[in-house]
């Protein structure tokens, strides 16, 4: 039971979706913006990479 | 005048030195953290025909590349990124007419690098945008053309996935003496 109730804490602090910029104000994305981060082409950065 | 830097201490620096100055900072921003994409506000104008971008000093929640728009617009990208993963072979990457420069730049949990120049961002000619592409992987030189005849004030930097924290994007403009 303790550690259920340490893990909602934890996700309680977490972020529901992720954040924009806009200069210097950052804020949370609306829902036409979260919708279009979920479904983001994403590019890989190039398939022989290794960065990581 | 001769050609700067030639200056000594004490020099009072005229209209003439100050106007062959040939790279001046138009703005510098810093990156919050966890965020997904960064608007740069007012960073084109008549000022300046030509722009040097960077973005360094920053990390990446994992290995990304970084997607670069001309203010609002979503589409006429057209980009080619020819690279080798550090040996003789060479190798290729781009699209046509795509959402965005999807190949502007590259990061990871250790890094962020973009370095770009811009060219006519601010003219209602097609822009043209090119520079080296670094990752820890592989190198090349990515190059993209926005074939949309409309002048842009701003630039968006968005991570292809996941969130970026922190660094510095740098905005330089080419001076035209």
Redesign the interface.
């Known amino acids: 039971m303790a550690q259920f109730a340490f893990m909602d804490t934890t996700m309680a602090d977490e ?1 529901t979706r ?7 104000l ?1 804020r949370e ?1 609306t829902d036409d913006e979260y919708a279009e ?1 979920l479904a ?7 398939g ?5 | 005048m001769a050609t700067p830097p030639d200056f000594t201490a004490g020099q009072v620096l005229t209209a003439a030195h100050m106007n062959a100055v040939g790279l001046w900072l138009v703005k510098s921003q810093t990156v919050g953290s966890g965020v997904s994409s960064v608007t740069v506000s007012n960073a084109f104008s008549a000022d300046y025909d030509n722009y040097r971008v960077t973005y360094t000093g920053g990390t990446g929640t994992t290995l990304q590349a970084f997607r670069f728009r001309l203010g609002a617009s979503t589409t006429q990208y057209y980009f080619a990124l020819p690279y080798s993963s550090w040996n003789n072979t060479p190798l290729a990457s781009g699209g046509s007419n795509q959402n965005g420069f999807n190949l502007a730049g590259i990061g990871g949990p250790n890094f962020v690098n973009i370095n770009l120049d811009v060219f006519g961002p601010y003219s209602t000619q097609y822009t043209r945008i090119s520079g080296p592409y670094v990752g820890d992987g592989e190198a090349g030189y990515t190059s993209c053309i926005h074939k949309v005849s409309a002048s842009f004030t701003d630039f968006v930097i968005e991570a292809s996935i996941g969130t970026i924290t922190g660094g510095t994007i740098c905005v330089y403009g080419y001076n035209n003496g």
Do not use: E, K
């Open positions: 972020p992720p954040l924009i910029q806009i200069d210097d950052v994305m981060y983001r082409s994403v590019t890989p950065p190039l022989q990479s290794n960065d990581a």
